[in-house]
T-cell receptor
Framework: KQEVTQIPAALSVPEGENLVLNCSFTDSAIYNLQWFRQDPGKGLTSLLLIQSSQREQTSGRLNASLDKSSGRSTLYIAASQPGDSATYLCAVKAYTNAGKSTFGDGTTLTVKP | GAVVSQHPSRVICKSGTSVKIECRSLDFQATTMFWYRQFPKQSLMLMATSNEGSKATYEQGVEKDKFLINHASLTLSTLTVTSAHPEDSSFYIC????FGRGGLDTQYFGPGTRLTVL
């Protein structure tokens, strides 16, 4: 059974800092890994999706990397802004026909002005 | 990207009533949809896999008679919470599976439905 862990559970940084969020998974036979952002009381916003054959994806100030062999992914946020404050979730999609995704518990980020 | 909608976005009901939540893929056909539940300050937990034209597959610990799933068309899945109780209050999120973009298996998530049972 796939288990997904996100560290840290919460993070508070001053505006402008670069930061890294971590996601680890136990079963390396994955189809893809996806990072989401969730604002309080809201749904999910997809940030980056990395296919199993890829090593990283970039979008603006965000960069996500994937190392399947070690079961790890990182989300790098450059020059953080107060608007980045949210919960960040990673989800790992199984490499089976069922295609189920397993979510981590998330990292709640607070960027202080 | 593809769009998935949910209706209603928010519902408040009395204990003992049933509530139906709709999940629609607006610009693609989805033979498979997934239903998740999220309690406050917790992550998403998969409840069931909804398959068009066949019975849903429920995750361990999810009561299939309480959470009825119907996937009658390629663009619509419904989740009915029967005889709802306060402990069913949660945020319900659906996702739809799409193979249309380069053959890649991609999930698109709906905006969620906030259920409050009084």
């Amino acid at each position: 059974k796939q288990e997904v862990t996100q560290i840290p559970a919460a993070l508070s940084v001053p505006e402008g800092e670069n930061l890294v969020l971590n996601c680890s998974f136990t079963d390396s036979a994955i189809y893809n890994l996806q990072w989401f952002r969730q604002d309080p009381g809201k749904g999910l916003t997809s940030l980056l999706l990395i296919q199993s054959s890829q090593r990283e994806q970039t979008s603006g100030r965000l960069n996500a990397s994937l190392d399947k062999s070690s079961g790890r992914s990182t989300l790098y946020i450059a020059a953080s802004q107060p608007g980045d404050s949210a919960t960040y979730l990673c989800a790992v999609k199984a490499y089976t026909n069922a295609g189920k995704s397993t979510f981590g518990d998330g990292t709640t980020l607070t960027v202080k002005p | 990207g593809a769009v998935v909608s949910q209706h209603p976005s928010r519902v408040i009901c009395k204990s003992g009533t049933s509530v139906k939540i709709e999940c629609r893929s607006l610009d693609f056909q989805a033979t498979t949809m997934f239903w998740y539940r999220q309690f406050p300050k917790q992550s998403l937990m998969l409840m069931a896999t909804s398959n068009e034209g066949s019975k849903a597959t429920y995750e361990q610990g999810v009561e299939k008679d309480k959470f009825l799933i119907n996937h009658a068309s390629l663009t619509l899945s419904t989740l009915t919470v029967t005889s709802a109780h306060p402990e069913d209050s949660s945020f319900y999120i659906c996702s739809a599976r799409d193979f249309g973009r380069g053959g890649l298996d991609t999930q698109y998530f709906g905006p969620g439905t906030r259920l409050t049972v009084l």
